[in-house]
T-cell receptor, first 113, second 114 residues
Framework: GDSVTQMEGPVTLSEEAFLTINCTYT??????LFWYVQYPGEGLQLLLK?????DKGSNKGFEATYRKETTSFHLEKGSVQVSDSAVYFC????????????FGKGTLLTVNP | DTEVTQTPKHLVMGMTNKKSLKCEQH?????MYWYKQKAKKPPELMFV???????INESVPSRFSPECPNSSLLNLHLHALQPEDSALYLC?????????????FGSGTRLTVV
């Protein structure tokens, strides 16, 4: 079945540091890949997505590239801000008639000033 | 309008109460979902509606009863809940019943059962 493995948190960084959150997946077919962000006390927001191999999703300075050969979709940001403190979820959908999103366990990021 | 709106934001209810959660979207999406999220965990799918019909029930206890009165509204009726049902309840929608392009989530209702 489908599964997503993302790095265990929590991750604590200083402002302006470089961020990487690793995400690897197992899926049938050709999945779409997503990063969702959840700020404290809020719902999930779609941060970025990629629907085919070698696509790069980007938003708000965050980037992730769909790597089919390594089944990975790592999230990166060159310079984090305190306001980026949140939980980040990697997720996939294996396409076709599959309605389900399969989530990773989430990574808590804390950015200190 | 690119939002999913959920009300109320917070709800405290006793184990004998009956309450309802409401979700609304005006993006023309024809698939709507209820998720439950416990603290420090990813969301878990509960129900899926497609074109106002219940498509999927992920073996959810009958004390949770979903309803889709029209294409823009989704309700979750709650009755005789247990303290372990305390969680963040998230509504989501998508254009059609496929996750290929992701969902739009609401901000959730934080439910506490006392």
């Amino acid at each position: 079945g489908d599964s997503v493995t993302q790095m265990e948190g929590p991750v604590t960084l200083s402002e302006e540091a470089f961020l990487t959150i690793n995400c690897t997946y197992t899926a049938t077919g050709y999945p779409s890949l997503f990063w969702y962000v959840q700020y404290p006390g809020e719902g999930l927001q779609l941060l970025l997505k990629a629907t085919k191999a070698d696509d790069k999703g980007s938003n708000k300075g965050f980037e992730a590239t769909y790597r089919k050969e390594t089944t990975s979709f790592h999230l990166e940001k060159g310079s984090v801000q305190v306001s980026d403190s949140a939980v980040y979820f990697c997720a996939l959908n294996s396409g076709g008639s599959n309605y389900k999103l399969t989530f990773g366990k989430g990574t808590l990021l804390t950015v200190n000033p | 309008d690119t939002e999913v709106t959920q009300t109320p934001k917070h709800l405290v209810m006793g184990m004998t109460n009956k309450k309802s959660l409401k979700c609304e979207q005006h993006m023309g999406h024809r698939a709507m979902y209820w998720y439950k999220q416990k603290a420090k965990k990813p969301p878990e799918l509960m129900f899926v509606y497609s074109y106002e019909k219940l498509s999927i029930n992920e073996s959810v206890p009958s004390r949770f009863s979903p309803e889709c009165p029209n294409s823009s509204l989704l309700n979750l009726h709650l009755h005789a809940l247990q303290p372990e049902d305390s969680a963040l309840y998230l509504c989501a929608s998508s254009q059609v019943l496929t996750g290929t392009y992701g969902y739009t989530f609401g901000s959730g209702t934080r439910l506490t059962v006392v």
